[in-house]
């Protein structure tokens, strides 16, 4: 199927730096969904986007959608040890997503 | 509280064993889907179902069957065929219309004996 790639693989942040992970496809994306799972958890999902340029906020996550919809970024602003987890992206289109690898955020106290 | 249930939590499989992970939904979702997930490796779609009686194979179908003979329930049975079964099973539900969140159960974690 259609892939969407996402880096890094994994990121080591200290508590309270930034945080950013990429999902790129090499074809127009419908939409992009974004997921969240915790160590030993099940993945939740946060949000989705449709509309080019798209820009969303979820308190200090930021979710946004390429001009030419073929990427999709979240960062994470000031992070927290809560953070960490696994985040996906996730190609729409139709009712079943084509998940990528997801980043795993490690963040150090 | 409606949501996905999946069981048992932990499961371990002999040689040459059949096991089945149970899934049920109470959400009333028409979609139903099985993902495996080895470290770093994403998710992967083994089955899914859009609607009672019906089911289509997904990316790594091989070794696995399911069923899906009431809306709320879709089993997976992981044979003897799959030649290494050790990894994270998660069950999702969905509604059908097009760019629909995915509600994941809490998994079950197959490991050879």
């Known amino acids: 199927g259609q892939q969407v790639m996402q880096i890094p693989q994994y990121q080591h942040v200290q508590e309270g730096e930034d945080f950013t992970t990429y999902c790129n496809s090499s074809?127009?994306?419908?939409?992009i969904q974004w997921y969240k799972q915790r160590p030993g958890g099940h993945p939740v999902f946060l949000i989705q986007?449709?509309?080019?340029?798209e820009v969303k906020k979820q308190k200090r996550l930021t979710f946004q959608f390429g001009e030419a919809k073929k990427n999709s970024s979240l960062h994470i602003t000031a992070t927290q040890t809560t953070d960490v987890g696994t985040y996906f992206c996730?190609?729409?289109?139709?009712?079943?997503?084509?998940f990528g690898r997801g980043t795993s955020l490690i963040v150090h106290p | 509280d409606g949501g996905i249930t999946q069981s048992p939590k932990y499961l371990f499989r002999k040689e040459g064993q059949n096991v089945t992970l149970s899934c049920e939904q109470n959400?009333?979702?028409?979609?139903m889907y099985w993902y495996r997930q080895d470290p770093g490796q994403g998710l992967r779609l083994i089955y899914y179902?859009?609607?009672?009686?019906?089911?289509q194979k997904g990316d790594i179908a091989e070794g696995y069957s399911v069923s899906r003979e009431k809306k709320e329930s879709f089993p997976l049975t992981v044979t003897s065929a799959q030649k290494n079964p050790t990894a994270f099973y998660l069950c999702?539900?969905?509604?059908?219309?097009?760019?629909?969140?995915?509600?994941f159960g809490d998994g079950t974690r197959l490991s050879i004996l």
């Open positions: 999702a539900s969905s509604r059908t219309e097009s760019n629909q969140p995915q509600h």
């Open positions: 074809t127009t994306l419908s939409n």
């Open positions: 986007l449709v509309k080019s340029g």
């Open positions: 996730a190609r729409g289109g139709s009712y079943i997503p084509t």
């Open positions: 959400l009333n979702h028409d979609a």
């Open positions: 179902s859009q609607i009672v009686n019906d089911f």
